[in-house]
């Protein structure tokens, strides 16, 4: 049972070029979620998906879009990378789009962009 | 003003002390609080929530819960060098949408 898995486990870019993130849970969750982890800034997100189908601006959406692709797989793509953009990202899913539901974390992908 | 906020330490305590961590949120709405631990280099990981006022036991964690004042906090009693980790408070707004807000976590060193 891999949980959320995400590629790549790094990566580094230069400035302007483009990338894509994966995620892929296969715990049947509804929800699925992007933070960025930046030191002294804790976890911010940047989308989420509360359901397959749709998708929503988080705390830092600026510079990322994302695709909910089925139930499983939520990518987040960079179309021109910047410096401000070096961080380490995580996905999350969740069984359900309420409050009270818990969130489980893939392992993150360390991005640098020089 | 930052929705969620924790004091980000680092904060250190002797082995078996009882360690206390803070945290303070900006929505009244709030109605699901939890609190992960991260370890350097790692994912976060749930260890406590919390849904109602008053305080919740497991183990050696206790969350603490005042939606009067906004607060919440985590004890971790007989600290041990393991539970050295960053603490990260997590808010589930009134918007019943699903979505986690971060405080920047407190770092715990437990000293042997």
């Known amino acids: 049972n891999a949980g959320v898995t995400q590629t790549p486990k790094f990566q580094v870019l230069k400035t302007g070029q483009s990338m894509t993130l994966q995620c892929a849970q296969d715990?049947?969750?509804?929800?699925m979620y992007w933070y960025r982890q930046d030191p002294g800034m804790g976890l911010r997100l940047i989308y989420y998906?509360?359901?397959?189908?749709?998708?929503d601006k988080g705390e830092v959406p600026n510079g990322y879009n994302v695709s909910r692709l089925n139930k499983r797989e939520f990518s987040l793509r960079l179309e021109s990378a910047a410096p401000s953009q070096t961080s380490v990202y995580f996905c999350?899913?969740?069984?359900?789009?309420?409050?009270?539901?818990?969130?489980?974390f893939g392992a993150g992908s360390r991005l640098t962009v020089l | 003003q930052k929705e969620v906020e924790q004091n980000s330490g680092p904060l250190s305590v002797p082995e078996g002390a009882i360690a206390s961590l803070n945290c303070t949120y900006s929505?009244?709405?709030?109605?699901?609080f939890f609190w992960y631990r991260q370890y350097s280099g790692k994912s976060p990981e749930l260890i406590m929530s919390?849904?109602?006022?008053g305080d919740k036991e497991d183990g050696r964690f206790t969350a603490q819960l005042n939606k009067a004042s906004q607060y919440v906090s985590l004890l971790i009693r007989d600290s041990q060098p393991s539970d050295s980790a960053t603490y990260l408070c997590?808010?589930?707004?009134?918007?019943?949408?699903?979505?986690?807000?971060f405080g920047q976590g407190t770092t715990l060193q437990v000293k042997p």
């Open positions: 999350a899913s969740s069984l359900g789009a309420t409050g009270a539901n818990v969130l489980t």
């Open positions: 715990m049947n969750h509804n929800s």
């Open positions: 998906s509360a359901s397959e189908g749709t998708t």
């Open positions: 929505d009244r709405g709030s109605q699901s």
């Open positions: 919390i849904y109602s006022n």
């Open positions: 997590a808010v589930a707004g009134s918007s019943n949408t699903g979505k986690l807000i």
